[in-house]
């Protein structure tokens, strides 16, 4: 009966131990093809457990009533669950561009998504084809510490866990992304108005909690 | 003439991303013995309607370009880059990769190629000067489009039938491309419409470079999204 009981109870101690953080996670989410996918087969990991996603509808719905909906997309520079218009899945995102004023046709867009960033650089003319390019590789730097982010996609990077905090800590710090290119080496930087709503985002999905 | 090239250049975009259903890469019953289904080739005008997947494109290409192919023929897009493979996102048949690739003599006849990850598409126009001395030379540009092409595949040849400038890419071709001995130009033979003659023509050893990395040899998968992965 000792031993039955024992037994019993040993698996849930194994869980709560072998909490881990998304960052080790990282080859798993790829294979998984979405965070949801993980987080239903790995409910261990801390993102899963403490933020709200697609695998805790009920507290999804309820963050969904706290920030705007918008088709498609979003303005920019701003918090809101866009409606993606194939799958109708609400999506929670902040949208940015970063560009030269003087040259309004090429810069580089930056959406942020809770744990991942969609970042690429855009030029086009008329005349011209408008071209996307993705960087090779993309380093964040925040209040003097750097991050690199792996890539996950064609255009696709990871936001460690340690850069979600950085910019938890202090969202109204400059933050930049040193991104390299088949053109060159580009450095994006985000508005802090765009990171105060990327924190904002954090914050209402719980992943504040998880740091 | 302007019209023309640009009309060509993007006709031949087109075909770097068009797609038969039938005649996907690594499907097992396209082969050179087997008739290979051209949607853009129904000779008899039965009014027909083909449903085909629009193609994506796995991580490996996110050092590429990537084209988006949103200007019309209004505004024609006739600045995109020969003898480099190209990513490309057509917004009615989906995503590609291609090279595009061209052979000309300055002020004279001009071959141009686009060699897509499903589809070839060639064609051009012939320049053609009379008179001259006392008289007034005059040029004539004759446009053309392949359809036959000669594909050299180590000891043996691929004889390829298409219309209209265009062919489709089995996987017998893509593994012929793709194995093209790198590091030199190389040739292909093709036939227009309306003529039994074969023309030569010389392709730029970049180009060849490029079809390794067009014709690369994966298995069609759609990549995640990366808003599943962030969310």
């Known amino acids: ?211 | 003439m302007k019209t023309f090239l640009r009309s060509l250049c993007a006709a031949a975009v087109l075909g770097g991303s068009a797609l038969p259903a039938s005649a996907q890469i690594g499907n097992p019953s396209v082969s050179s013995t087997s008739a290979v289904q051209n949607v853009f080739c129904e000779k008899n005008l039965r009014a027909t309607v083909t449903r085909v997947s629009k193609t994506v494109l796995p991580s490996g290409y996110s050092d590429l370009k990537d084209v988006q192919l949103n200007s019309d023929f209004r505004y024609p897009s006739n600045d995109l880059p020969f003898s480099q493979a190209m990513a490309m996102n057509d917004p009615v048949t989906g995503q590609s990769v291609a090279v595009l690739d061209q052979n000309f003599i300055p002020g004279g006849s001009k071959v141009f190629s686009s060699w897509g990850r499903h589809g070839i598409t060639i064609g051009g126009y012939w320049f053609y000067r009379t008179g001259g001395g006392f008289s007034t030379p005059i040029g004539t540009f004759i446009p053309f489009e392949a359809d036959i092409l000669w594909i050299s595949d180590g000891s043996s040849f691929l004889v390829i039938k298409g219309c209209n400038g265009r062919f489709t890419v089995t996987k017998e071709i893509a593994e012929a491309l793709r194995n093209y001995p790198a590091g030199k130009n190389g040739y292909i033979r093709f036939s227009t419409e309306g003529t039994g003659s074969a023309i030569l023509s010389e392709i730029g050893k970049d180009t060849v470079a490029a079809w390794k990395k067009v014709y690369a040899n994966w298995t069609p998968e759609a990549p995640p999204k990366v808003e599943s992965l962030g969310f």
């Open chain 1, 1 to 211: 009966m000792l031993f039955l009981l024992s037994s019993g109870i040993a698996p849930v101690i194994g869980q709560t131990t072998r909490s881990t953080s998304l960052d080790q996670k990282v080859v798993e989410l790829k294979e998984a093809r979405s965070l949801a996918a993980l987080c239903a087969q790995e409910p261990q990991i801390k993102e899963c457990q403490f933020a709200i996603g697609e695998w805790k509808p009920v507290e999804l719905e309820r963050a969904k009533m706290e920030a705007p909906a918008c088709f498609d997309q979003c303005m920019l520079d701003v918090f809101g669950f866009y409606k993606d218009p194939d799958t109708s899945r609400e999506i929670p995102a902040v949208r940015t561009k970063d560009f030269d004023g003087a040259a309004p046709s090429r810069g580089f867009e930056v959406t942020f998504y809770p744990v991942a960033i969609r970042l690429l650089r855009y030029e086009g003319c008329a005349g011209c084809a408008l071209i996307y390019q993705y960087p090779t590789k993309v380093t964040a730097r925040i209040n003097g510490q750097s991050f690199g982010l792996p890539i996950l996609a064609r255009g696709g990077y990871y936001v460690p866990s340690g850069l979600r905090r950085a910019i938890l800590a202090s969202p109204s710090s400059q933050l930049t992304f040193d991104a390299r290119t088949t053109e060159g080496q580009f450095t994006v930087n985000i508005s802090s108005k765009a990171l105060q709503a990327y924190a904002e985002m954090l914050r209402l999905l719980n992943y504040d909690k998880v740091l």
